[in-house]
């Protein structure tokens, strides 16, 4: 009998060069082209990397006295592999990117699309804007500062991100974030899209 061939073993996908298309020169501002599989299983992967990641991180803070030097020595490796499956991919900044291009206009546009449409539905955009007055917005996990540009006459959003990729968004872990201090500070809309999926632990996420 001849012997199976053997299964090539896969490895990480990384958004590199190599992975995204050349676009034609008339349209160089536009985002590169990656495919949905490559976006999507970076994505993915990443959330799994995040929640192993925790996962370790936590076994080692609670490690007791019965836990054996080889046992604690396990947990290192196992996390410094998870570590560097996370740089192979090209870090917190591949994951954005490939956020990015999730959401770009081929794809169905960002998120905001569906806020302002509930907003709309439930009459806050008229309320507010017959009263002549903005509305206090906190953006949580932006990965660009005009989501909600078109609506400056009556959104005055905050945008925040853990990387920020731009100026105009504060680079901060709402975890850290102060509360505001009075009612003026304080927000009126909160949008706290596809965040979540990146929350290692269920009590940081709220379930
Ligand atoms: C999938 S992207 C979000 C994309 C965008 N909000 C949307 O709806 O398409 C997730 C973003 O959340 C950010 N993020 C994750 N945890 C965060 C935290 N604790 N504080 C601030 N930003 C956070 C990440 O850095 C990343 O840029």
Not at 43 to 53: E, M, Y
Not at 157 to 167: E, G, K, M
Not at 195 to 207: K, Y
């Amino acid at each position: 009998m001849r012997p199976k061939p053997r299964k090539a073993k896969k490895s990480p996908i990384s958004l590199d060069q190599s992975a995204t298309r050349a676009q034609p020169s008339s349209s160089s501002s536009r985002p590169p082209v990656v495919s949905h599989r490559v976006t999507q299983s970076t994505i993915a992967r990443f959330h799994t990397l995040l929640k192993q990641q925790a996962r370790l991180k936590r076994k080692l803070e609670c490690h007791g006295v019965h836990d054996g030097e080889r046992e604690v020595q396990s947990v290192h490796s196992s996390l410094l592999a998870v570590e560097r499956e996370m740089q192979q991919l090209g870090g917190l900044h591949a994951y954005q990117l490939a956020s990015k291009l999730g959401q770009s206009r081929e794809r169905g546009g960002d998120s905001s699309k569906i806020l302002l449409g509930w907003l709309e539905e439930m009459g806050v955009r008229s309320t507010a804007t017959g009263a002549g007055a903005k509305l206090r917005m906190l953006e949580i996990g932006a990965l660009t500062p005009l989501n909600y540009a078109s609506c400056s006459k009556w959104i005055e959003n905050h945008p925040i991100d853990l990387n920020s990729q731009h100026p105009d968004i504060v680079q901060q872990d709402f975890f850290e974030r102060p509360l505001p201090p009075g009612s003026t500070e304080a927000f009126d809309i909160i949008s706290c899209s596809l965040v979540l999926n990146f929350v290692s632990t269920p009590t940081e996420r709220g379930t």
